[in-house]
């Protein structure tokens, strides 16, 4: 199997070299691992692409390259630069620092790399380890998505759930808060709400006097509702959430026929 790995944490970051693990396990002794990852961190950006600008791109060691870009920017390089006419198997992206479970989803950079990978018309899947108190302090933060993440991905390989949409399934995998030992099992959810969680701007002034924002998030440690993501996640399971990149609010469309 040839997997192309990327995140939105940066080449650098320590979530990448657990990808890199799980996806050498899943290629085994005679596949390939490719690694096109963001110079530098792109938390936050989505599903953003340098259309306006060009990114470029450096080899730092075999199957191992940094761009000047967003995730999205990345699998793309990776595709038709990098690559080339020898496309992957399957698309990895993570694993985030953080969790990108119910209205985080909407942000990441992760899912970004996901879902151009789906998009591309390949097997795509976002790994996310969930922080808490359960796991902040532990010598291994990402133990449990270092431990089952090979096992969760090979499951959603074999599953293959009929697709008959134009917008290909990507996944979302978030890891729950708690050491490996304690992980409870797999949930296959719906994307999930925080109630009263909002991101938010906060003001400051540099010492010579100019203004700078800064970008909040809410608490983390809110539950969802049953069957969702960040809800499973607190109660101690990795949960699985199946995504399109369409955007289309069907439950609208029947109520505004009338506008025609």
Same mark, same amino acid.
Not at 20 to 30: F, N, V
Not at 39 to 50: D, K, N, T
């Given at each position: 199997?040839?997997?192309?790995?990327?995140?939105?944490?940066?080449?650098?970051?320590?979530?990448?070299?657990?990808?890199?693990?799980?996806?050498?396990?899943?290629?085994?002794?005679?596949?390939?691992?490719?690694?096109?990852?963001?110079?530098?961190?792109?938390?936050?950006?989505?599903?953003?692409?340098?259309?306006?600008?060009?990114?470029?791109?450096?080899?730092?060691?075999?199957?191992?390259?940094?761009?000047?870009?967003?995730?999205?920017?990345?699998?793309?390089?990776?595709?038709?630069?990098?690559?080339?006419?020898?496309?992957?198997?399957?698309?990895?992206?993570?694993?985030?620092?953080?969790?990108?479970?119910?209205?985080?989803?909407?942000?990441?950079?992760?899912?970004?790399?996901?879902?151009?990978?789906?998009?591309?018309?390949?097997?795509?899947?976002?790994?996310? &380890?969930? @922080? $808490?108190?359960?796991?902040?302090?532990?010598?291994? *933060?990402? +133990?449990?998505?270092? /431990?089952? %993440?090979?096992? !969760?991905?090979?499951?959603?390989?074999?599953?293959?759930?009929?697709?008959? &949409?134009? @917008? $290909?399934?990507?996944?979302?995998?978030?890891?729950? *808060?708690? +050491?490996?030992?304690? /992980?409870? %099992?797999?949930? !296959?959810?719906?994307?999930?709400?925080?109630?009263?969680?909002?991101?938010?701007?906060?003001?400051?002034?540099?010492?010579?006097?100019?203004?700078?924002?800064?970008?909040?998030?809410?608490?983390?440690?809110?539950?969802?509702?049953?069957?969702?993501?960040?809800?499973?996640?607190?109660?101690?399971?990795?949960?699985?959430?199946?995504?399109?990149?369409?955007?289309?609010?069907?439950?609208?469309?029947?109520?505004?026929?009338?506008?025609?």
């Amino acid at each position: 199997m040839r997997i192309l790995v990327t995140n939105d944490d940066g080449i650098s970051a320590p979530g990448l070299t657990v990808l890199e693990e799980i996806a050498a396990t899943l290629a085994g002794p005679d596949g390939e691992v490719w690694t096109v990852a963001p110079a530098f961190e792109q938390s936050g950006v989505g599903h953003c692409i340098s259309y306006t600008h060009p990114s470029m791109i450096t080899e730092l060691g075999p199957r191992r390259f940094a761009t000047e870009g967003s995730p999205a920017d990345c699998v793309l390089a990776g595709l038709h630069v990098v690559l080339q006419d020898r496309r992957p198997d399957l698309v990895l992206s993570g694993v985030n620092r953080g969790n990108n479970s119910a209205e985080n989803a909407l942000y990441s950079g992760t899912l970004g790399g996901a879902m151009e990978g789906a998009l591309q018309g390949l097997p795509a899947m976002a790994l996310s &380890q969930y @922080y $808490g108190p359960g796991n902040r302090a532990i010598d291994d *933060p990402f +133990a449990a998505a270092r /431990v089952h %993440g090979a096992a !969760v991905v090979q499951k959603l390989l074999a599953a293959k759930p009929e697709n008959r &949409q134009d @917008y $290909g399934l990507f996944y979302n995998i978030n890891f729950p *808060p708690v +050491a490996d030992t304690e /992980v409870k %099992g797999i949930r !296959v959810t719906r994307q999930g709400y925080r109630q009263g969680t909002r991101f938010s701007a906060q003001q400051q002034l540099s010492p010579n006097g100019r203004r700078y924002v800064w970008i909040q998030g809410g608490d983390q440690q809110v539950a969802t509702a049953d069957e969702t993501d960040a809800k499973a996640n607190l109660d101690g399971y990795i949960s699985v959430t199946p995504m399109r990149a369409d955007l289309t609010a069907y439950d609208a469309l029947e109520a505004l026929k009338a506008i025609e």
